[in-house]
């Protein structure tokens, strides 16, 4: 039991790196989590990718991921489009979803997660309207998971 | 011309220091920003707060926004009952507010901001339905002032 998240590409950023790990070490005394990371797909800076070249850079990423969904549990995609929780909200599907067994988290690449994929494996959850940076963002749902745990267990959050 | 950020207490942790940074940075090829920050209510660990304490606390901190809120330009409030933007939207209102004027924007404190101040002195924008700590969601905000400044001057977006 516990939650796995699988991204796709290295956080390269340093401050993102300290941020990731601050949280992942808040997180170990409330349960299990694991971070997986698919290869991204190269793309060279400045070119313009046709929307044939953009859907086999989300289909090779898509395959990825697949590979690293186990069967068991449920999966959630991190969506601008999906469904907007607040963090007690958030936290409420966490329990509610960790009660029967584990839970997984997709963030996807530079350009998203393929249609299929967030159409048929994944529930969509929304953190904001707006495009966050791949390093930034995975600082933040481990800083949501943290506080879910928080919210969840009644544990005082650290500042 | 520029932007302000006017928040209630320093960012502590390490980690968003150096993200903080990094945009700043990334920001002053753009334009003009100024990040003021206005002292924080000591609140003692694990104490319960009745409402009127946080009520107080709230009045404290809006008196020192107030006096760091310039009376020309337009002033926004980030808070989760604001409208939703997205990264479009919010370069958009970027570009419609700095073209006559300064634009700022008040990050609250840990109760969030005075009910009486984001009333009468602010528009209200909202980041996520998400509560994010202080520290972190500064890095949000200048990583999406940074965003809005690329989308508004056609400048290539640096992963």
Same mark, same amino acid.
């Given at each position: 039991?516990?939650?796995?998240?699988?991204?796709? #590409?290295?956080?390269?950023?340093?401050?993102?790196?300290?941020?990731?790990?601050?949280? $992942?070490?808040?997180?170990?005394r409330f349960g299990?989590?694991?971070?997986?990371?698919?290869?991204?797909?190269?793309?060279?800076? #400045?070119?313009?990718?046709?929307? +044939?070249?953009?859907?086999?850079?989300?289909?090779?990423?898509?395959?990825?991921?697949?590979?690293?969904?186990?069967?068991?549990?449920?999966?959630?995609?991190?969506? $601008?489009?999906?469904?907007?929780?607040?963090?007690? +909200?958030?936290?409420?599907?966490?329990?509610?979803?960790?009660?029967?067994?584990?839970? #997984?988290?997709?963030? +996807?690449?530079?350009?998203?997660?393929?249609?299929?994929?967030?159409?048929?494996?994944?529930?969509?959850?929304?953190?904001?309207?707006?495009?966050?940076?791949?390093?930034?963002?995975?600082?933040?749902?481990?800083?949501?998971?943290? $506080?879910?745990w928080?919210?969840?267990?009644?544990?005082?959050?650290?500042?």
């Amino acid at each position: 039991m516990g939650i796995t998240i699988v991204a796709v #590409g290295k956080i390269k950023k340093d401050f993102a790196n300290a941020g990731a790990r601050e949280y $992942r070490e808040r997180i170990q005394r409330f349960g299990r989590l694991e971070v997986m990371v698919v290869q991204e797909e190269k793309i060279p800076p #400045g070119r313009k990718l046709t929307a +044939g070249m953009k859907r086999q850079v989300l289909l090779r990423e898509a395959d990825r991921i697949r590979s690293r969904m186990t069967d068991s549990g449920r999966w959630f995609g991190l969506d $601008r489009e999906g469904r907007m929780l607040d963090s007690d +909200g958030f936290a409420n599907l966490m329990g509610i979803t960790m009660r029967p067994g584990p839970m #997984g988290f997709v963030i +996807g690449g530079a350009l998203g997660l393929d249609p299929d994929l967030k159409s048929k494996d994944l529930e969509l959850i929304s953190f904001s309207k707006m495009t966050f940076p791949h390093d930034l963002f995975q600082v933040m749902l481990l800083e949501q998971i943290y $506080r879910g745990w928080t919210i969840l267990e009644r544990h005082p959050y650290h500042k």
